[in-house]
């Protein structure tokens, strides 16, 4: 398996802007999670998804943030309008179980920056 | 509220010498924590796991300790080495967020 594909892995866009941000996770996996990772907070949990469904979407900072999940191998975080402080590095993951219990698989990914 | 606690941001030791991170908790139901570690521009990877029902668990160099008592868990490296550098994270079970990190520096 190739492990849990984001794309893009850099976008770079101005402010006001709507960005979107894909991942495939991993084939039999059920649980999907969006984080975002910041010097000033760390890995921050946004969204968890469990056999396509929104589970836990208390992470999401605000409306300007949404997170799709439309079928079990695709996913989608999308920002409008974006703003700088929403500049970070987004990961996705994915899980074979439901929860914590099981161990997660990050993909590489994508820093975003809006300037 | 931050539930899994990394309180050291940074740590740096001696290659050959023992690396030790900790993690506090607060909620006495987590039943099982997993630490990961994270190389600048990866995503974080899986590196050990420990059940409530444990206090130990071994991997090679690798060994997660856990006392339920204090809310603590503890990893521990022997011998460091250099490729051990790393942001290593904890995270609990059942709330899936994880500690703000600890960067540890192994130096030749």
């Known amino acids: 398996d190739a492990g849990v594909i984001q794309s893009p892995r850099h976008e770079v866009t101005e402010m006001g802007q709507e960005v979107t941000l894909r991942c495939k996770p991993i084939s039999g996996h059920n649980s999907l999670f969006w984080y975002r990772q910041t010097m000033m907070r760390g890995l921050e949990l946004l969204i968890y998804?469990?056999?396509?469904?929104?589970?836990?979407d208390s992470g999401m900072p605000e409306d300007r943030f949404s997170a799709k999940m439309p079928n079990a191998s695709f996913s989608t975080l999308k920002i409008q309008p974006s703003e700088p402080r929403d500049s970070a590095v987004y990961f996705c993951?994915?899980?074979?179980?439901?929860?914590?219990?099981?161990?997660?698989?990050f993909g590489p990914g994508t820093r975003l920056t809006v300037t | 509220d931050q539930q899994v606690k990394q309180n050291s941001p940074s740590l740096s030791v001696q290659e050959g010498r023992i690396s030790i991170l900790n993690c506090d908790y607060t909620?006495?139901?987590?039943?099982?924590f997993l630490w990961y570690k994270k190389y600048p521009a990866e995503g974080p990877t899986f590196l050990i796991s420990?059940?409530?029902?444990?206090d130990k668990n071994e991997d090679g160099r690798f060994t997660v300790f856990l006392n339920k008592s204090a809310k603590h868990l503890s990893l521990h490296i022997v011998p460091s080495q250099p490729g051990d550098s790393a942001v290593y994270f904890c995270a609990a079970s059942n709330d899936m967020r994880f500690g703000a990190g600890t960067r540890l520096t192994v130096k030749p």
């Open positions: 998804f469990n056999n396509n469904v929104p589970i836990d």
């Open positions: 909620n006495s139901m987590f039943d099982y």
């Open positions: 420990i059940s409530s029902i444990k």
């Open positions: 993951a994915s899980s074979p179980g439901q929860g914590g219990s099981y161990e997660q698989y």
